[in-house]
């Protein structure tokens, strides 16, 4: 992956012989603001996500305005390209380059900023920069598809940090002003290698799990591993965005390219800038309970269009929204995010070079971004986004299940179908289920050894946060294969935990051994893998495979499925309304 230097033009799917009419709507979603003044389409991306967190006294005043109509009647609203008549070439100037500054800022709400060719540099400038990760643990290269591309990887963050005047009055809760943010909105943007389709995966704020050691770029101060769970939005006060990144990449182990941070005041200026987005509930709601716990959003049953702070409160609410946790909230994020995709490429908001320049300004203002990631990186970064037609993007949620005890309400990544959702971010694999143009991993070059002179280790890795080991399963799996005629496999009593069956193996002189042993049992070559972390070919017996001598083929089929606990919610898809909590109408 190149990380540093001029970017590389990435050459998009149908330049390579993908068929967009393969889908329904093709590369028509794909359409911009606008047309360009040569006659071309314009193309905008999208976005916006709030921070989370609630307790706020918001007040009613913004949740009466801006509301669309009432009755549960939801008027339909179909997405699409437009494209505007040949214009004289005369007229690019001021016009083009807002364009391309909308193209830019469009790369979903939680929120980017660009710029035109010429206006790039006054936004770059006002951009903050901070380290990618803050992290010791080195982040791998991506691996290139077969036409030599690379996906990209996005971490999109929103911070509560109430460290501003404008941030106290937006966020509430007095007694956090001056306490270290946290990270109450973590989503990433995945886009594949060859630009046709894109993932979103949000990890609820609630989720419990280990924080690696991160060092403060600013103090030098050294924030060690956890050796107990902790609730992953605090990894933004341990120095800042760059833990966050460090923390999933430890977590999921996918290689993360950029992060981008945005806070309350941002999400409300760029809303703002940006015009209304329709949204739907199924009852009239108003979050808010005889406590005075909510985020103050009052709607009417069926489609409202909200901007500015009331867009804010929506994207804040969980008490009112189905069983009123993180989890709901994180469903009506990817609502709001969808919508704002779909309005904005049908080309009726961004059309005013006013609002544009608007946009522009409020967007740079409340970022932080990589070091890596100023300047024209994010001009280009609009560019390759825009490709992406809206029916080929999709919301997801990292599989859960909810903690017990003094964790009860708090959520745990769900053995097997969170990582099988990692998995198919890592490989590249569309989430939204349509054909991937992807080849299957390649059988290594070099040939394997004789069975009986490969030794394998084999550790029982089907524990899990929530779930003990199953007893002696690496001594019945090295049994196995020892039948199969590896007669120097053998059972290490190292305790692992691997959501599902791997083979690593240290170097590429031992892939085609690893590979041979994933075929012995039936296990997808694909999960023969190159780690630092062993100094011979093991074999991690996963929680996928916690019983019985035959590898599951549900198992080997789902890494191309998304599981049904992710809740995958496609782009294109307008019908989507909000279930209402019990005791939050009005």
């Not at 779909?342 to 409340?366: F, Q």
Request: glycine content about 14%.
């Amino acid at each position: 992956m190149r990380r540093h230097g001029t970017r590389q033009r990435v050459p998009h799917a149908r330049e390579l012989g993908w068929d967009d009419s393969l889908y329904d709507g093709g590369a028509g979603g794909a359409g911009g603001v606008a047309g360009g003044p040569d006659g071309t389409s314009g193309g905008v991306g999208s976005g916006g996500t709030g921070a989370g967190g609630e307790g706020g006294a918001n007040g009613g005043t913004a949740a009466d305005a801006a509301r669309g109509g009432a009755g549960g009647s939801r008027r339909a609203r179909k997405g699409g390209s437009r494209r505007n008549g040949a214009r004289p070439r005369n007229r690019r100037g001021k016009r083009r380059i807002l364009l391309w500054v909308s193209s830019v800022l469009a790369l979903l709400i939680l929120g980017t900023a660009g710029a035109g060719y010429l206006y790039y540099r006054h936004l770059d400038s006002k951009l903050k920069k901070e380290d990618l990760t803050l992290g010791d643990k080195p982040m791998a290269d991506h691996k290139a598809n077969s036409a030599g591309q690379t996906p990209l990887n996005i971490l999109l963050i929103g911070s509560d940090a109430r460290d501003s005047e404008a941030n106290q009055k937006l966020g509430g809760a007095k007694e956090t002003f001056g306490a270290p943010p946290l990270a109450d909105v973590q989503m990433l943007l995945h886009v594949s290698a060859d630009r046709s389709n894109m993932s979103v995966v949000s990890m609820p704020r609630d989720t419990m799990l280990k924080m690696p050691k991160c060092t403060d770029p600013e103090t030098g101060k050294v924030y060690p591993a956890s050796t107990v769970n902790e609730q992953t939005n605090e990894s933004l006060g341990r120095g800042g965005p760059g833990c966050t990144v460090a923390t999933w990449y430890e977590l999921t182990g996918i290689t993360i390219d950029h992060f981008m941070m945005i806070d309350f005041a941002g999400v409300v200026s760029m809303a703002d800038a940006i015009g209304g987005v329709p949204v739907c509930v199924q009852d009239n709601v108003y979050s808010r309970n005889s406590q005075g716990k909510g985020s103050g959003l009052k709607l009417e049953k069926g489609e409202n269009v909200i901007q500015g702070e009331q867009a804010l409160q929506w994207l804040r609410t969980r008490y009112g929204f189905e069983d009123g946790t993180d989890l709901a909230r994180t469903h009506a994020q990817h609502m709001y995010m969808n919508s704002m995709v779909r309005e904005l490429r049908k080309g009726a908001k961004l059309t005013d070079p006013g609002k544009l320049m608007s946009l522009a300004e409020a967007a740079t203002e409340a970022l932080t971004v990589d070091k890596g990631l100023g300047g024209k990186k994010l001009y280009d970064l609009a560019d390759e986004l825009k490709q992406v037609p809206t029916n080929r993007i999709t919301m997801a949620t990292m599989p859960n299940v909810y903690g017990t005890g003094s964790e009860s309400g708090r959520v745990y990544p769900k053995p097997g179908d969170a990582e099988q959702l990692f998995e198919m971010v890592r490989d590249d694999v569309p989430l939204d289920g349509k054909a991937s143009k992807r080849k299957p991993p390649a059988e290594s070059k070099d040939p394997a050894a004789e069975p009986a002179e490969i030794g394998v280790l084999v550790r029982n890795g089907t524990g899990s946060d929530t779930q003990a080991p199953t007893s002696q399963r690496a001594t019945t799996v090295a049994g196995l294969l020892t039948a199969e005629g590896y007669t120097k496999a053998v059972a290490d009593t190292t305790p692992d935990q691997s959501a599902r069956t791997e083979v690593l193996f240290p170097s590429a002189d031992l892939e085609g051994d690893a590979q041979a042993v994933a075929k012995s049992l039936g296990i997808p070559v694909s999960s023969a893998k190159k780690s630092t972390d062993v100094s011979g070919v093991t074999l991690v017996v996963g929680a996928d495979w916690r019983e019985g001598d035959t590898y599951p083929k549900s198992a080997a089929e789902g890494e191309e499925k998304t599981p049904d606990t992710a809740r995958a919610l496609n782009g294109a898809d307008d019908s989507e309304c909000m279930e209402i909590q019990p005791g939050f109408t009005w």
